[in-house]
């Protein structure tokens, strides 16, 4: 009993934090809604017994991955959105597309869908048991990821750093390529914030 | 049946020189080429001496299996050569007139540029002919009677930058294909009931059968379906229309080809069959109908002719249907008889033909020669010995064999195929003599217009590039020795050709090939003629005044009263110009199924089905893929947001599926 | 004693909503966070179905995700920040061109 009320409260501020997403048209807005989310996933995670889940859910995705987005946000100075001409297949063909999925995966699960129940903090196991799973049965996966990460990281160095100094970095080495010019100049990075 | 090795050498030493003229000719001086030419036919020559003085009739026939060929089930076909007295006759016949003609050629064709070209084509020609005639079985045959259809094409269009020239070697290919369809036929229908194509097997099989006499049956549609392709390559009706378009080529080819060799191939391959053609009278009568009809239709066309060549190609026709007509009534040596005889004297006259062309610088209209007695006389004395053969005056070859036809004819036919033969007797000797007499006789005609290139309708021209325009004058003359020594040879044989029929040791010796009739035919044969001395004394009479009458006539009309002719030709009015235009057969044809087959050909195959279906197919694809790739392009629009609904749709789409084949 | 449906349902609402955002959004930092959303409705179910069979492995799958996600949001912001540079602009609809 109190494994659904606190379900359907932390699911409640789920939903309410993606459909805000979705309405809101600044993105920063959005930012804190996703936040919002992933703290209510988090919630529920802890529900279902995956404390080790939900730890981490908090500190990678809502920690890390969405401060980086709030980071890029004000970087960009992103302001509102405004209303241009739009794509038409998106709105017309993708959006029922999308409402049709998913009605029909849903009518699946709830009236065919036989599945259990899950208990309350049904999920076994500490840490030291992920763990071991971890470097045993995953060893592989989780080297492999690890090499993921640092191209990642090399990827953003470069795809972000700027072209000049790329080119200075080059011209150390040998002759210059001629980049092209850049037609403006660079957008100040440091925000005065005047477009919030 | 006795095993001989050195039958295959036959065919292929004339092959190994075709090769050799043909891949290195181009390259090579003329003095190689024709050494080259000379040599390989010869030694065939050789070779065929020395198996026939080998020879012997108890140990033939003989054979000689090269190698397998198809393995099918019970049917097989093998390259297998085969020799008995009939082969043997042909082989001389081909090996021998053939080594003349190519002699003679050197001497033709030595100014030519495709020189080496031609060489190379007349030994392929000796290959396949003697392929043909010693093979062993039907597909043998076949392979040498589409490979002489296939040389004869090639050297009808020597010349075959010249339109006519390449036309009449379409046109020689296109018939002969015809009768080759007949052919056919009959060997599907042989392979179906007999299961075997080779010689001794199929007439063994042949042989117990019995005569079919309710003019229906197996035996008769083989027979007909192998006349249909005898009619083809040796020019009788109705498919005799090749020949004489086939002048166009050089004259050895007409010698060899049109007149000893190729079309006598149907005569040998009929006198072959004849154990079919024995259980099968009606299909035999119509062979003799068939000849007999050839026989008369061709000489008065040939009456009417004015080019030397044509005369001679009609008077081809028309012998050949003697052969068939002999054939027909199951005289089946007599034709082979007039076959031989045929090939010297006919062979001797289209050589001399082509000396006299030569000799005169290019013109073959005989209203433009004359009085050439002076100039040539030794082709004149070999001409003439010849034309004497053709007619059949006593004593040279042509009156044995023609006389032996002409008698076999009324003793195992009909009178009426011994009349109309006597007609046509007298018709060749008259139109034969009255080619002498304008060719050789009063005085010459040419000269003042030979500069001009009206000269002859029949487009001789710059194609004869043998090189009398570079004499540069308007007097005839005499051939060179190489091209005289043949003509003498033949002459020669022309004369005493016959004389081995004399007492019927020449039926004697081909007797072992016939002997297979059925016993009612036999009957029929010894019972007739021991009563008919006087009868055979009487019709050989008659026939001899027909050669001689028609002589006269030839006089009478071309040398002393030259007058006459046009005056006959006048008063005989449409008549005459029918035959003159040859029946307008030609032109008959055209209508009947040249323009339909053209013009069906154009609107519906080419029009409709090539240009409408296929290629409408093809470039509609084309254009359906371009119109359709033109609007599925507006799909890729570089917008992200239409992409991902892309994508949603599709998932939505596959989700469907999966649920609804969760459902079933 | 919550249905493992409902848990599904819930999973299967985020995702939704996160392909919708990924349709409706003009700015492109917010469709990166549509799919951020997407990414969480998935891992969602994967606890769930872990819940339910008792098992580790599901939750090891969950860090894998996120750990790409991780990687794939650093690089795709490094992209958009690329992307801002030349273009000057965070709508979508303006960036389509291949050409940069």
Redesign the interface.
Known sequence: ML??IL?LFF?AI??AG??N??VQSH?IN??LS?IV??AS?AA??LL???E??AA??VI??AG??MV??VI??M??N?GA??????????????????????V???W???T??H?????MG????SPQ??AR??FH??LL?FEI?SV??L???M??????S?PEAIARRHTESHQPDPLPQ?R?P??QLVGSGKEH | MTPNPYLWLIPILPLAGAAINGFFGRQSSKRAITAVALTFCGAAFAVALFIAFRFSSEAAPYYFDLAHWLRSGDFHVDFSFYLDQLSLVMMLVVTGVGFLIHIYSVGYMWDDDGYYRFMAYMNLFMFFMLTLVLAKNYLMMFIGWEGVGLASYLLIGFWFLKDSAASAGKKAFIVNRIGDFGFLIALFLMIKHFGTLDFPALFAKIQPLGVETAGAGLLTAIGLLLMVGAAGKSAQIPLYVWLPDAMEGPTPVSALIHAATMVTAGVYMVARSHVIFERAPSALTVVAIIGTLTAIFAATIGIAQTDIKKVLAYSTVSQLGYMFMACGVGAFSAGIFHLMTHAFFKGLLFLAAGSVIHGVGGEQDMRKMGGLRRYMPITFITMGIGTLAIAGIPGLAGFFSKDEILWKAYSQGSWVYWLIGVITAFITSFYMFRLMYMTFGGDYRGGSEHYEHSHNSHGHGHGDAHGHDAHGHGEPHESPWVMLAPLVILAFLSVVGGWIGIGGRFEHFLAPVFQSAPAAELAHETGGEGANQFTEKLLMGVSILAAFGGWFFAYLLYSSKPQLPARIARALGGLYEAVAHKYYIDELYAVLFVKPLIDGSTEILWHGVDQGVIDATVNNSAVAAREVSDEVRHMQSGNLRSYAGWVAAGGACVIAYMVWMGIR | MVPLSYYLVLSGFLFVCGVLGFLIKRNIITIFMSIELMLNGVNLSFVAFAAQWHSLSGQIFVFFVMVVAAAEAAVGLAIIIAVYRTRETLNVDQVNLLKL
């Open positions: 494994h659904l379900f699911g789920c939903v993606a459909v997403l979705l993105p959005s930012a996703l989310v992933m996933l529920e995670y279902l017994g995956a080790f889940v981490v859910q990678v995705y890390a991955i980086l987005f890029t946000i970087l960009l992103a959105e405004q209303h241009t001409k739009g794509s038409r297949v998106a709105i017309l063909i993708g959006v029922p597309g999308a409402l049709i999925g998913a029909l995966v849903a699946t699960l709830l065919r869908g599945t259990g129940s899950v208990a049904a999920l076994p196991g048991d992920i799973l971890l049965e995953f996966p990821t993921l990460i191209i990642a990281i990827g953003a160095v470069v795809l972000a700027r850049e403006q660079a957008p």
